[in-house]
């Protein structure tokens, strides 16, 4: 494998497959250049490597990926916001532990695909009520694009169901 993106490919088929102990080897190999991708002044080499992230599984490195949600980039952004998608499904305490900054860019990002997918990963999250009270303002809202309020609506209804009579 010559690229980081070739590394994750392949670590996506290992934890796909169930191969832990060969994932975990090539976790090891290619730490270091995931860390080196998301410092890049590029922004397609830490898209890269914050998409790595995710195929890797590599749930210690939250906090990486937070430096990506904020990153200039929409790129970036979405790259970073595709692996929490990944990383929080069957684990919500991913999306639990970045929550405010998820409700911030669902909300408010320059960019409406990232949005979305900021919106998509509030699925995977715990039903709380402040999340859903925000899809829902977003789902009513005339002056947002009819593919973001779609989502929105279909995001707070799924947790809504989750929630049932807690909230």
């Known amino acids: 494998m010559t690229t980081l993106l070739e590394a994750a490919a392949k670590a996506d088929e290992l934890a796909q497959s169930g191969a832990e102990r060969e994932l975990a080897t090539l976790r090891q190999q290619w730490d270091e250049e995931v860390e080196a991708a998301a410092r890049s002044a590029d922004y397609r080499e830490r898209a890269v490597a914050y998409r790595a992230v995710g195929l890797f599984r590599f749930r210690q490195k939250i906090e990486l990926l937070r430096r990506g949600l904020e990153d200039d980039s929409p790129a970036a952004r ?11 499904r ?78």
């Open 78 to 88: 979405g790259a970073a916001l595709v692996s929490i998608q990944l990383l929080s």
């Open 90 to 167: 069957g684990n919500p305490g991913v999306v639990n532990q970045i929550r405010p900054l998820l409700h911030t860019i669902a909300s408010s990002d320059s960019n409406g695909a990232v949005q979305r997918l900021a919106i998509v990963c509030l699925r995977n999250g715990s039903p709380q009520r402040e999340t859903i009270v925000l899809l829902n303002g977003l789902a009513e809202n005339d002056e947002l694009d009819a593919e973001l309020r779609k989502a929105a609506r279909a995001v707070a209804g799924d947790l809504r169901k989750r929630a049932g009579a807690k909230l």
